[in-house]
């Protein structure tokens, strides 16, 4: 069965954790850069609060310092990274107060797109493939699958409906949110390993979408997107470091 890049088609937007292992041979150096970049800090390669250089990274992957601080300046902007001065970078921190917002976001950008592909119709290969996605938390509570695959297919299953939703800019917004999310994600998890989505929940919004019931898609999709904030909110504060302050990253970090 096709996954996202199989089911979406044109110009898709596709969620960094997606983009792992698939050709680079079209992107140029910087490119190259950045997404590898900003996939070791989503991961947690390079967790909340570390610092590095240009020199450091440049380095590690065996390029020019150039396209390394051009893939830098894009990070800036993306919010993941700060300059110190004379000092190099630091990975941003991850608060609650960021990701209460980040959180609120994603809750009105995704169930809005859940609405319009429910009004708009998805094709046949992609609910599909959203039916599959939607039994993956089913499989993770009765240990069939590892809680990796159930974050990416969590993922993954917003992703498709995103670009969906007949607007390229706010399935793009919703990707942007997507790949904040799973650096919150991934840290929730460290902190409680037993988080994760309750069955039937991607079921509801795949339901909606089949059915082709706005309203049903889009209550479906924000109580998701409330649920996952709410928990979220809850794992982080166990943390000894809340409000502002940076929440701590444990001793171990998730396998990649």
Known sequence: MS???????????????????????????????????????????????????????????????????????????????????????????????????????????????????????????????????????????AGEVEQEESLQAGIEFEGIIANFSGNPRLGKAIVDVLDELERVLRMAALIDPGIASPPGELGAVYEGLRARDVDAARDAMRARCERVRRDLLQVLAKSTSVSRAHIELPGSRPRA
């Open 3 to 141: 996954d996202i890049h199989g089911v979406v088609s044109g110009t898709p937007h596709i969620p960094a954790l997606l983009l792992v292992g698939t050709d680079e041979t079209g992107l140029d150096r910087t490119s190259q850069a950045y997404r590898a970049i900003r996939r070791q800090i989503i991961d947690l390669t390079l967790p909340p609060g570390s610092s590095f250089t240009e020199t450091s990274l440049a380095e590690q992957w065996r390029i020019s310092k150039t396209p390394v601080r051009e893939a830098l300046a894009r990070l800036r902007r993306d919010g993941l990274v700060t300059a110190l001065p004379r000092a190099g970078y630091v990975v941003s921190p991850i608060t609650l107060q960021d990701t209460d917002a980040l959180c609120a976001l994603r809750t009105l950008l995704s169930g809005e797109a859940a609405a319009a592909a429910a009004r708009l119709g998805v094709t046949a290969p992609a609910l599909e493939r959203l039916e599959a996605l939607s039994k993956v938390p089913i499989a993770l509570a």
